[in-house]
């Protein structure tokens, strides 16, 4: 994160500018307002092109302009508990809307990091433990993220990078009541070359991490597969009863009739 934010205001727009930067918000206005990007229920992130490198910028319309002032103030605290994040130059809000800009972490996309390692046992299996391991950091820090999604997950060099932090929360007691939600939003998705060893080894790690005992760990992991279960069962409109009767293991086969890459 930059240490070089400092107040800015323009056109009712309140927040904080990176000075040393040289980002004009308003330029980030209007090339959000007359751009596309990609749209989430909360948010529209649209890539831009600067002089001093590729930024998002992303835009909340009202009322979830919040989102903005909390994911510089969660990206500061993250930051400072040593976590990696993308550095945002522009925060700011209008009434109930808000403007997020960030640099481009660069990298890639944690799920091609896996992929491209299917064959390379040694790497994968490296790149997986040390995966949990970040995760169990994270949550021994007291940071619970909003969507710990694998695309909010970047690789760059040895590091992982969070994204999409406008909805962490800094709480040690909702780590224990609700951390483990983050190994289901990790975990949910079908991804080419990870079998379950794969999944149980991320698993291991952070474990690990958090210093669970053997009886916590297998605990953890019985909950965690039913609850993948439900989720993919309740998010890819799959029947439960069909999951139950394939199981875990097949429901989360890359290729298999379960994979939505695979249906299409």
Not at 19 to 44: E, M, N, Q, T
Request: charged fraction near 25%; charge should be positive.
């Amino acid at each position: 994160m930059s240490a070089a934010l400092v107040p800015w205001q323009a056109e009712g727009w309140r927040g904080w500018v990176d000075a040393a930067a040289g980002i004009d918000p308003a330029a980030c206005l209007a090339a959000a307002a007359g751009g596309v990007g990609r749209a989430s229920r909360h948010a529209r992130t649209l890539p831009l092109s600067a002089a001093g490198g590729a930024l998002f910028v992303k835009t909340y319309p009202a009322p979830g302009g919040w989102r903005a002032t909390r994911a510089l103030r969660m990206g500061q605290a993250l930051a400072a508990a040593g976590l990696a994040v993308p550095t945002v130059v522009v925060a700011a809000r209008r009434g109930g809307a808000g403007l997020l800009v960030t640099r481009d972490t660069g990298g890639e996309d944690l799920l091609a990091a896996v992929a491209r390692r299917r064959a390379r046992l040694g790497e994968k299996r490296a790149l997986l433990g040390r995966l949990g391991a970040e995760v169990a950091r994270l949550h021994r820090a007291g940071f619970v993220h909003g969507d710990l999604v694998p695309p909010n997950i970047r690789l760059v060099g040895e590091h992982f990078v969070f994204l999409d932090n406008d909805r962490t929360r800094r709480s040690r007691l909702l780590v224990r009541l609700a951390g483990r939600r983050n190994l289901v939003q990790l975990g949910r998705f079908v991804v080419p070359g990870l079998t379950v060893s794969d999944r149980a080894r991320v698993l291991a790690a952070y474990a690990a991490g958090r210093g669970l005992s053997r009886r916590a760990h297998r605990r953890l992991a019985r909950w965690l597969v039913t609850k993948t279960m439900a989720r993919r069962c309740a998010i890819d409109c799959i029947p439960e009863a069909a999951a139950a009767r394939a199981g875990f293991r097949e429901l989360m086969r890359s290729g298999g009739p379960f994979d939505p890459q695979a249906v299409r």
